[in-house]
Structures are given as structure tokens and as C-alpha cells.
Nanobody
Framework: QVQLVESGGGLVQPGGSLRLSCAASGSIIRVNAMDWYRQAPGKQRELVATITSGGSTNYADSVKSRFTVSRDNAKNTVYLQMNSLKPEDTAVYYC?????????????????WGQGTQVTVSS
């Protein structure tokens, strides 16, 4: 079994900062790409930021220069530092990871999701 556990969400004023964390645990051989998605009420889930196992990153245009994704491979943990937050950043933020593990006698790569953490930006 593999779990992704997120933490760090909350209520913050516009212009403020939050740091999200997501830790993968369980029978893991390797964690490949790790991503952050978000879903606002009435909207589709959208990709916010991606980081590969080698540290290459990519961001949605709406968060470039404000958000920074990083990871600690030794801890199988990904972080999202969010600065200069805006009301439109309000959403449930989900961690996603592509994780290699053994299923039966086979090494497979499967997608895993965290439970989501609420981020609310409001005065």
C-alpha cells in the first residue's frame, strides 16, 4: 500500500504565504514525477506545478514567479511554497505522484493522489 499525506493548507490573507507538504509512504521502490493540482469550486482540476525526480520543474502560467515546487527524495516528500497569494488561488490542493512498486511479482508504476488540503485566500 502507498499513501500520500498532505499538510499545510489553511486561511491566509491576500499577499500572504503558505507552504504545502506531501509525503509518500509505504512499499515504494521509486517516486518519479510529483505534482500539485488544484480544484476551485465549480471548476476543473488544474495542474499547478510539476517536479521530476531529477529536479526539473514546470509551472502553470497563473502561478509562475509566485509558487515554488521542491522535493526531498530521501523523504519522498514534495513541497509547494506559495507566495503573494491571491483570492483566485483559493482551492483544494491535491498532491499527485507516479510511484513504482511491486504488485504481485511485477514492478509497476502507478498514479497516486493525496486527500487534498484546503487553501483559502481571503481578507
Amino acid at each position: 500500500q502507498v499513501q500520500l499525506v498532505e499538510s499545510g493548507g489553511g486561511l491566509v490573507q491576500p499577499g500572504g504565504s503558505l507552504r504545502l507538504s506531501c509525503a509518500a509512504s509505504g512499499s515504494i521502490i521509486r517516486v518519479n514525477a510529483m505534482d500539485w493540482y488544484r480544484q476551485a469550486p465549480g471548476k476543473q482540476r488544474e495542474l499547478v506545478a510539476t517536479i521530476t525526480s531529477g529536479g526539473s520543474t514546470n509551472y502553470a502560467d497563473s502561478v509562475k514567479s509566485r509558487f515554488t515546487v521542491s522535493r526531498d527524495n530521501a523523504k519522498n516528500t514534495v513541497y509547494l511554497q506559495m507566495n503573494s497569494l491571491k483570492p483566485e488561488d483559493t482551492a483544494v490542493y491535491y498532491c499527485h505522484a507516479e510511484i513504482e512498486r511491486i504488485v504481485g511479482m511485477t514492478r509497476v508504476s502507478l498514479n497516486h493522489w493525496g486527500q487534498g488540503t484546503q487553501v483559502t485566500v481571503s481578507s
